[in-house]
């Protein structure tokens, strides 16, 4: 008889569903690998999955353990725990919920980055004057709160609409930075209430894409904007995805870095235990 899971599908960063990030929760992981828990993700299309194994939460994407506030909101909003710690393969982070779930603890790096406005525009392909106005207050910057991100403001949505970034040179601008992912964001927004609109490319080889909203894209938007913006951005509500058609809205505090977010269920159901591939051996 074949063993199975429940797994969970959730929407993260929404209430509604069809809208948010997706999210594959992993119910009663504490016997899987790495390379299980990313063959559901695959299955399942969430690239991104949780494990819940106790109070310790295993996030799992195409590159192995990472951290992902994500799937910490998701798998709370599947399996809600008391306000407290859930371990992670980097350490504790903190929950507590209100009319969010908000994940505490991670550590804030910031720093500018000095990069020609004509190189970043061609690889961004925009005009250099989208960079050139809001770039005499606000620098181009480095920032992380778990994923090193190259954060790139711009003047309009429509400039933040229009981008066709190429590839190969956001590729070698995220190499050169040593960042994770570009993000490219500005203050003019779709809903009055937010603070940015956000827009975020993974630059790996062979997986360029846009990325549907992230809390940690957006925590690292939101404390470059409290170290160098002229705003309060002690709260930053980042809107992203809405390009994808699936629109997700993250809130961060930058003080005490936090991420916050509401999440909906999607999917539930069963799966088979994949087989293990980090047991298999290819012998030459």
């Known amino acids: ?163 066709a970034p190429d590839p190969t040179a956001v590729r070698a601008l995220c190499e050169e930075a040593s960042a994770d992912a570009l993000a490219v964001y500005t203050f003019d927004t779709l809903d009055p209430d937010s603070t940015v609109h956000c827009r975020s490319f993974d630059p790996r080889a062979g997986e360029f894409r846009e990325e549907h909203a992230s809390g940690l894209v957006a925590g690292a938007v939101g404390v470059g904007l409290r170290r160098f913006g002229e705003i309060d951005a002690a709260t930053v509500r980042c809107e992203q995805g809405d390009y994808l058609d699936r629109p997700g809205r993250v809130v961060v505090k930058t003080d005490d870095v936090a991420v916050g977010g509401r999440a909906v269920t999607a999917v539930t159901g069963e799966i088979g235990v994949p087989r293990d591939e980090s047991d298999d051996l290819i012998e030459l």
Request: some cysteine.
């Open 1 to 163: 008889m074949t063993d199975t899971r429940t797994i969970t599908v959730v929407d993260v960063f929404t209430n509604d569903t069809f809208a948010g990030t997706p999210t594959g929760i992993v119910h009663d992981a504490s016997d899987f690998s790495t390379a299980q828990l990313r063959a559901i993700g695959t299955e399942l299309g969430t690239r991104v999955v949780g494990g819940i194994d106790g109070d310790r939460l295993r996030s799992v994407g195409p590159d192995g353990d990472c951290v992902s506030a994500r799937t910490a909101i998701g798998a709370l909003a599947v399996e809600p725990i008391a306000d407290g710690p859930i371990e992670t393969p980097d350490g504790s982070l903190t929950v507590s919920q209100d009319d969010r779930t908000w994940i505490e603890g991670f550590d804030a790096s910031v720093d500018r980055v000095e990069a020609e406005y004509d190189r970043v525009a061609g690889a961004l392909g925009i005009e250099t004057a989208a960079l050139a106005g809001v770039g005499r207050d606000l620098p181009i910057t480095r920032a992380s709160i778990g994923r090193p991100t190259l954060a790139v403001p711009v003047n309009y949505f429509e400039q933040a609409g229009g981008l």
